[in-house]
């Protein structure tokens, strides 16, 4: 296991070599742990996310890194998280957020008390179930009753982490919350931003792997799974869509990121007549 000194690695070249499999190597593990793949043209990105992991462990090269996942099982699980892209903004695509809160509106006045369950799949650190448990929490100080049960998932324990401890960096804080929420579900500390306890217990946090780990245990109303499958190959996407159509209630709805689409995926959802660019679960027997 070779080494630079951190003033070396300052001056030199990205990663400046690397041997023909071990592209191949990261690739396969990414795959094994997640189900997801990089695609030949953005093999840039694999150095791109791994050089802050082999500065921290003060290693050279790519191959440096193979040879250490390979022994140690903790390191490969850095080396996955670094490779997950867990890109993310608080109230992204903001009116897919409003859509999904209208809908929510909706399911409520139709179907009385009964309380609505969401799952936010693929959550990354936080930011898209903070902002559902925001919209939700301030209907509710207006009168509305029964805030949805929400919970939210990742393959990724350490992003997991970051999103319990709800602690935003001030960029991260700015992007997408407009500053009457950030003042009023956050306290600052020292140079980060925290969301306050009674906001991130609305959220239910748990790891789970979509391709293969058990589902969560009920029917939810509302999934919204937004710039996960694209990274999945198509058998694996096929495979994801179909779980959800056992968790989802008739009728359920579905979000997905702007560049997905259930069309020649799946049988089991089909476009929403009532939300555009949502979809729905299709009945049984349909």
Not at 100 to 113: I, K, M, P, W, Y
Not at 158 to 181: K, N, S, V
């Amino acid at each position: 296991m070779s080494s630079v000194p951190e003033s070396t690695n300052s001056r030199m070249p990205l990663l400046e070599s690397h041997s023909k499999g071990v592209m191949v190597a990261l690739n396969t593990l990414l795959e094994s742990r997640t189900g997801q793949q990089l695609a030949a043209n953005r093999e840039w990105r694999i150095e791109t996310a791994l050089k802050p992991l082999l500065r921290d462990l003060k290693l050279a090269t790519l191959d440096d890194l193979v040879e250490a996942v390979r022994r140690s099982p903790e390191i490969a699980d850095q080396a996955v998280d670094a490779l997950l892209n867990q890109e993310s903004s608080f109230f992204r695509d903001a009116a897919v957020i409003e859509l999904v809160a209208e809908a929510v509106a909706t399911l409520r006045a139709e179907q009385g008390q009964r309380r609505v369950r969401i799952w936010s799949a693929g959550c990354s650190v936080g930011q898209e179930p903070l902002s559902l448990a925001m919209l939700f929490a301030e209907q509710e100080a207006l009168g509305e009753t029964m805030p949805p049960d929400i919970v939210a998932t990742d393959v990724s324990e350490a992003a997991l982490t970051r999103a319990r401890a709800g602690r935003y960096t001030h960029f991260e804080i700015q992007r997408g919350l407009p500053i009457r929420r950030m003042m009023r579900w956050f306290d600052q500390q020292a140079e980060d931003w925290v969301a306050k306890p009674e906001l991130v217990r609305r959220i239910a946090f748990r790891r789970i792997n979509l391709v293969a780990d058990p589902l969560p245990v009920g029917r939810f109303d509302v999934i919204l799974c937004r710039n996960v499958l694209l990274y999945l190959p198509p058998d694996l996407r096929r495979r994801v869509l179909d779980r959800f159509a056992t968790v989802i209630r008739p009728g359920g709805l579905l979000v997905l990121g702007a560049g997905e689409t259930v069309i020649g995926q799946t049988e089991a959802f089909r476009p929403s007549p009532r939300y555009r660019g949502l979809y729905e679960a299709v009945p049984a027997g349909v």
